[in-house]
Structure formats: structure tokens, C-alpha cells
């Protein structure tokens, strides 16, 4: 069955330090990958999805990711935090066979100290 | 371009009670979806509907819990009897339609607490 792992529950960075928060999944096919963001109260927000071509997604608010299919990862990375990126973030996978699931990993709370 | 659209936004029951959370997707959107999410979880998904017919409602307690999209606009989801397992936010999310290239877009969701 498709699965993610996101094995960090939180993070806690600097504000202006770098990020990457790692995702693994397991999916028999291609899969198609997801990056959410979850403010306190808000519905998720789609930051970037990868369905095929180029491995390296740019995304919303400066965020990328990176898919590796050897390591079956899609890593999401900022080069500088800032405040109001302190969030939830969910990975996940479209689940193919019943057209357009979504698998959803547990979630990374993201802190930014200041 | 208004969101999607769910209320209540917060519901405290007691168990065995019954409960019922409504769901107003993006217009025009033929997709739509109801995740559970449990505190410290990843949401899950419940049922989907494409238009007014169910495509995928495989992990629905169908015992408790129940669902209709009766003019393939907006959407209700039923727990009868609720239970202290249910306790959990509850997201409704609708897309263009059902293909994967179609972005999912979430509504606020539900919190629902059961005592």
C-alpha cells in the first residue's frame, strides 16, 4: 500500500537559517508528490507537486523540493526562513488507483525562533 | 474566487450523540472530498464523490458514518453515534475533477470534539 514517512514531528529553525524537511514514500509506480502547508486554523495549501520531468519543483513562497527516486525521497527545502513560515507541512502521494487520493505522511510542525 | 466553504467551523458533542458538517465546494468544481484528520495525523481521506456518485468511500466507517452530494454541489457528512475516536478535524476539499493533475483545494474544516 502507498505510504509517506515525514520521520521529523517538529524542527525548530532560525529565522533567516536554512530548511529541509524530509519526506520518503512508498508507491510501486511513478508517483506523483505533494508539499502542503497547514497554518493554526487554516485549511492545507498547496505548495508544489511533482508529477514527472524535471526533479528539482519550484513551489509558492520560495519553497522547492527535490525528487529522488533512488533514495525515495521528495525533500522540501527554503534557503531562508522567515517567521510566518511557522506552519504544519504535510507530504504526500496521489494514490493512482483511485483517481486522485491522496496519501498524507503524519506532518512536520515547523518553529521559528527569532 | 470563493474558497470552500465548511460549517460549523467547531463542534463539541457528547458521545452517541449525532452530528452533521456541511460542505460548499469552489463552483464548478465536479470533485469533492472529505478527509478526517486526527491530532497528530496526516488528513485521511473518507469518501469522494465525482459530481453526485461515490468514486472511493472504502475507508468510511459506513456503521457511523454517512455522506451525500445529492445535487453534486454541496455536501454533508453524518456521525451517528458519535464516538471518542471521532474527535478530529474534518476537511472538505474539492477539485476541478477527479484527475491527479487537478489541485485538491481545502476548505478551513471542522474540529469536532466528543466528550
Known amino acids: 500500500a502507498q505510504s509517506v514517512t515525514q520521520p521529523d514531528i517538529h524542527i525548530t529553525v532560525s529565522e533567516g537559517a536554512s530548511l529541509e524537511l524530509r519526506c520518503n514514500y512508498s508507491y510501486g509506480a511513478t508517483p506523483y508528490l505533494f508539499w502542503y502547508v497547514q497554518s493554526p486554523g487554516q485549511g492545507l495549501q498547496l505548495l508544489l507537486k511533482y508529477f514527472s520531468g524535471d526533479t528539482l519543483v519550484q513551489g509558492i513562497k520560495g519553497f522547492e523540493a527535490e525528487f529522488k527516486r533512488s533514495q525515495s525521497s521528495f525533500n522540501l527545502r527554503k534557503p531562508s526562513v522567515h517567521w510566518s513560515d511557522a506552519a504544519e507541512y504535510f507530504c504526500a502521494v496521489g494514490d493512482m488507483e483511485y483517481g486522485n487520493k491522496l496519501v498524507f505522511g503524519a506532518g512536520t510542525i515547523l518553529r521559528v525562533k527569532s | 474566487e470563493a474558497g470552500v466553504a465548511q460549517s460549523p467551523r467547531y463542534k463539541i458533542i457528547e458521545k452517541r450523540q449525532s452530528v452533521a458538517f456541511w460542505c460548499n465546494p469552489i463552483?464548478?468544481?465536479?470533485?469533492l472530498y472529505w478527509y478526517q484528520q486526527i491530532l497528530g495525523q496526516g488528513p485521511k481521506l473518507l469518501i469522494q464523490?465525482?459530481?453526485?456518485?461515490?468514486?472511493?468511500d472504502s475507508q468510511l466507517p459506513k456503521d457511523r458514518f454517512s455522506a451525500e452530494r445529492l445535487k453534486g454541489v454541496d455536501s454533508t457528512l453524518k456521525i451517528q453515534p458519535a464516538k471518542l475516536e471521532d474527535s478530529a478535524v474534518y476537511l472538505c476539499?474539492?477539485?476541478?475533477?477527479?484527475?491527479?493533475?487537478?489541485?485538491?483545494?481545502f476548505g478551513p474544516g471542522t474540529r469536532l470534539t466528543v466528550l
Open positions: 464523490f465525482q459530481n453526485n456518485g461515490v468514486v472511493d
Open positions: 476539499a474539492s477539485s476541478l475533477d477527479g484527475g491527479t493533475l487537478n489541485e485538491q483545494f
Open positions: 463552483s464548478g468544481h465536479a470533485t
